[in-house]
C-alpha cells in the first residue's frame, strides 16, 4: 500500500481525472474540492492496511505539504512511468491546488533542490548579533517568523545585497513580516532603490532547516505582490523573489533570483550567499 499522500495522487490521477493510455487526461488542474474527495476515497483503504489516514480539512496544504518536504520521494512511480508529474496551481483557477503535467522528450520530472554551491560554502560571511537584545534571543525559535524577524533585525538581506549581489542597490528599507494575499504569503518584505533611483520591492520566503526552497511558490508570491502594489498604483519597477533558509546552527542560506516573473519564469538563481551569525541565535538552528 502506498503513503497516504501517493495513493491520493494516484486515485486524482486515475480515478478522479480519469486517465487512460489513448486520451491522457481531459482537466490537468486539481481542485482543493477534488483533493478532499480523493483523501475521503482512500482514507478507509489506508485504515484497513494499518496506516494513517490523512485528514480532509486543509486542502490547502495538500501541494504545499509535498514541496515543503519531499515531493519527489512520494509522487507515484506508476505516474512517472506514464511520463506524468506534478507542479503549482494555485492561482490558475477557483480553488486551484495543483496540476498534472505531461513530460516532454528530455525533461526531467522535479528540479534539484536549491542548495549552496561550493563557492557559497567556502565564502561564508560573518555577521554580529551583538546588537540583538538577550531578551528578544531568549524567545527565539525554530519557525519561520523568527527566522524573518531576526533576518530584520540583523540586516541579513541587506548584508546580501552589500556584499554579494551585482543588481546595484542604493539603499534599502525593511517593511514588514507576513504579507498574506490571495496566491501566496511573503514572509518578509523589503523596499530597494537601485542606483538608477528605481524603486523595487523584495517579496523573501523564510524557510527552516527541514524545509525545501520550493521554487514556483517564491515565484508565485513575488507575482502577487507586484500586482497588489500595482493595483494601489505605486511606482515600483518590480520585485526580486528571494529565499532565506536556516542550513545550520545560526546559518542562513539567501538566494536572489532573476526578477522575470512572468509565467514561463524558472526562477533562475542570480547570487546567493551564506551568512553566519555570532554569536549564536537560538532558533536559527
Not at 218 to 230: E, F, G, N
Request: proline share 5%; charged share 20%; glycine share 8%.
Amino acid at each position: 500500500m502506498a503513503s497516504a499522500k501517493t495513493a491520493v495522487i494516484e486515485y486524482l490521477f486515475l480515478v478522479t481525472k480519469g486517465y487512460t493510455p489513448q486520451n491522457g487526461i481531459a482537466e490537468p488542474v486539481v481542485t482543493m474540492d477534488e483533493v478532499v474527495a480523493a483523501i475521503e476515497a482512500t482514507n478507509p483503504l489506508l485504515i484497513d492496511a494499518g496506516k494513517r489516514p490523512l485528514s480532509p480539512r486543509n486542502p490547502a496544504n495538500f501541494w504545499k505539504d509535498l514541496t515543503r518536504n519531499n515531493l519527489e520521494g512520494l509522487w507515484p512511480q506508476s505516474l512517472l512511468e506514464r511520463g506524468w508529474t506534478g507542479k503549482d496551481a494555485i492561482g490558475d483557477g477557483e480553488g486551484a491546488c495543483f496540476r498534472f503535467v505531461l513530460l516532454s522528450d528530455g525533461q526531467v520530472a522535479f528540479r534539484a533542490d536549491v542548495a549552496p554551491s561550493e563557492e557559497a560554502l567556502a565564502n561564508v560571511i560573518v555577521l554580529e548579533s551583538l546588537s540583538m537584545p538577550l531578551a528578544m534571543k531568549a524567545l527565539g525559535r525554530t519557525d519561520e517568523n523568527w527566522l524573518a524577524q531576526v533576518g530584520a533585525r540583523l540586516r541579513v538581506v541587506e548584508t546580501h545585497f552589500a556584499a554579494v549581489s551585482e543588481f546595484g542597490a542604493a539603499e534599502m528599507t525593511f517593511l514588514q513580516t507576513g504579507i498574506k494575499m490571495g496566491q501566496g504569503e511573503v514572509d518578509a518584505a523589503y523596499s530597494l532603490l537601485d542606483v538608477d533611483g528605481g524603486h523595487w520591492l523584495l517579496a523573501v520566503e523564510a524557510k527552516g532547516k527541514r524545509d525545501k526552497i520550493h521554487v514556483p511558490q517564491i515565484i508565485r508570491s513575488a507575482a502577487s505582490l507586484l500586482a497588489q502594489v500595482r493595483e494601489r498604483e505605486q511606482d515600483v519597477v518590480g520585485v526580486l523573489p528571494m529565499a532565506m533558509k536556516v542550513i545550520g546552527p545560526s546559518r542562513i542560506y539567501v538566494v536572489e533570483f532573476d526578477p522575470d516573473l512572468g509565467a514561463g519564469s524558472t526562477g533562475t538563481i542570480v547570487a546567493e550567499s551564506i551568512i553566519e551569525l555570532r554569536p549564536e541565535v537560538p532558533g536559527i538552528a
